[in-house]
């Protein structure tokens, strides 16, 4: 048996370590030596027969085998979440690496990654998404690739913005939708819907109006009424956007059924029953975790008055629009975090005054908040979600200079002043190109994006 490079091992674990960082952001990855990976498959025993490509380590490490083809694992990237492991976690990395490991096999053992791996690498998240979704994986994928290249479309001047529902048992979900369905005789194939049919152009807008697919027949059936969906749901807080609420709504009835939504700015969502959001954006496909940075902050403050700040950025990130969002620990000595707070002559002064006391947790006053938040300058709350400031600059507090911090060199203005809020408390950072940052204590402690 010819052995293989060392080289192509080095390589393949690198661009897993890449890919994996990308999926789970703020993750660590560790590639085995020879003498972990061998204690670790002796310690499988019986199991690494089965190919195992992901194993739950701990509470927050996963392990990755990969196999190059051969009966044994060759090579085993360590992954640290650095916070617990999900079901869901775990299930996805085990979906990309399955799909990972198909690719190697693609790949000659005798040659490092060439362009043949590359051009694998571009679609490679795409048909992860696909299998962890669907159990017809190469259809999903094909369906997926129909919504990009639908993006492209125009009609009469605007761009296209589809939004499907892909339903594995559609009867069932019809009888649950009642009349908020309507049928589509003879059917058309989603493709065929989706790319050449310039009807559902201007009937299918995402807010309105969501196609149904059949999972079964690839087909469309027919139409559902977005608007009277019921939203009142616990497990719905955290849709890519409010007006998302229905069409997560629709999901909520059946784990595996999906929707593709292409967003007013140009980027691609994908939201399944079991409650994983995946999004693509500049090119790049992201798993947007929002579970991960309520479980963050929630041991902090109040559970509606985190609901209702991530409600707020994650809306604004959907939009692409900057926002900063501080929640204190204590209001006390506020001007040393705001130096012109109360001032009379302060900017924004009207807006500022009008917005005090508000909550972020009331729904309506959370619609102002929101929009106020695009002002330059940032959100400012204490521990129940009132606004204490709005609109405003915020300095370095006097607690950097006690512990003898030294401020680091930031990407921008906005990341900067979430850095040394997040000394008398807890940052949300939205930036305009989508990513969601939290700050604690000067260090990141979470982001999606």
């Known amino acids: 048996m010819r052995t293989r490079r060392p080289l192509v091992i080095v390589d393949a674990l690198a661009s897993l370590a890449t890919a994996f960082k990308d999926i789970f952001p703020g993750s660590t990855t560790t590639s085995l030596t020879a003498a972990e990976l061998s204690s670790l498959l002796e310690s499988l025993g019986s199991r690494a027969a089965f190919k195992p490509k992901v194993l739950t380590l701990d509470e927050s490490r996963l392990v990755a085998l990969l196999y190059f083809g051969q009966p044994v694992a060759q090579g085993a990237l360590l992954l640290d979440l650095r916070r617990p492991v999900r079901t869901s976690d775990s299930h996805f990395a085990r979906a990309f690496c399955r799909v990972f490991n198909d690719d190697l096999t693609h790949v000659s053992a005798a040659w490092p990654l060439d362009e043949h791996w590359a051009s694998l690498e571009q679609t490679r998240l795409r048909r992860s998404v696909a299998r962890f979704l669907n159990y017809r994986p190469h259809k ?3 369906w997926v690739r129909a919504m990009e290249d639908s993006m492209a479309l125009t009609y009469e001047g605007r761009n296209v913005r589809h939004c499907l529902i892909i339903a594995r048992k ?8 009642q009349n908020k369905f309507i049928p589509l005789p003879g059917g058309i194939s ?28 690839g087909s469309i059936i027919g139409f ?19 007006t998302l609420v229905p069409v997560q709504a629709v999901l909520a009835h059946a784990a595996h059924d999906v929707a593709l939504v292409a967003s007013p700015q140009g980027d691609l969502f994908i939201l399944s029953g079991k409650g994983s959001v995946f999004q693509k954006t500049h090119g790049h496909w992201r798993v947007l975790d929002y579970e991960a940075l309520h479980e963050r902050i929630s041991s902090r403050f109040r559970e509606d008055v985190v609901i209702g700040v991530l409600r707020a950025a994650i809306d604004l990130s959907f939009e692409r ?23 009379p002559l302060a900017a924004n002064s009207h807006l500022r005054r009008s917005l005090r006391g508000q909550n972020i947790s009331v729904w309506a ?6 929009a106020a938040a695009a002002t330059d300058g940032a959100v400012v709350l204490d521990k129940d979600g009132n606004v204490v400031d709005i609109a405003c600059m915020v300095s370095s507090p006097k607690e950097i200079s006690r512990l003898g911090v030294r401020e680091p060199s930031m990407p921008g203005a906005r990341s900067l002043a979430a850095w040394r809020a997040s000394f008398r408390g807890v940052a949300v950072n939205v930036s305009e190109d989508g990513p969601i940052t939290v700050y604690e204590r000067g260090a990141e402690i979470g982001r999606i994006g």
């Open 170 to 177: 559609a009867p069932k979900l019809i009888q649950k939708l």
């Open 365 to 370: 006053q959370r619609q102002v908040i929101t």
């Open 321 to 343: 629009t900057g926002a900063l969002f501080c929640l204190l620990e204590s209001r006390e000595e506020i001007t040393d975090l705001i130096p012109d707070h109360g001032h």
């Open 140 to 142: 999903m994928s094909n």
């Open 224 to 242: 559902i009424s977005l608007a009277e969906v019921d939203r009142n749901d616990a497990a719905l807080r955290y849709a890519p956007h409010e």
């Open 190 to 217: 989603i493709e065929n819907a989706l790319l050449r049919e310039k009807w559902i152009r201007t009937v299918v807008d995402g807010r309105r109006v969501a196609l149904l697919g059949s999972m079964h027949s």
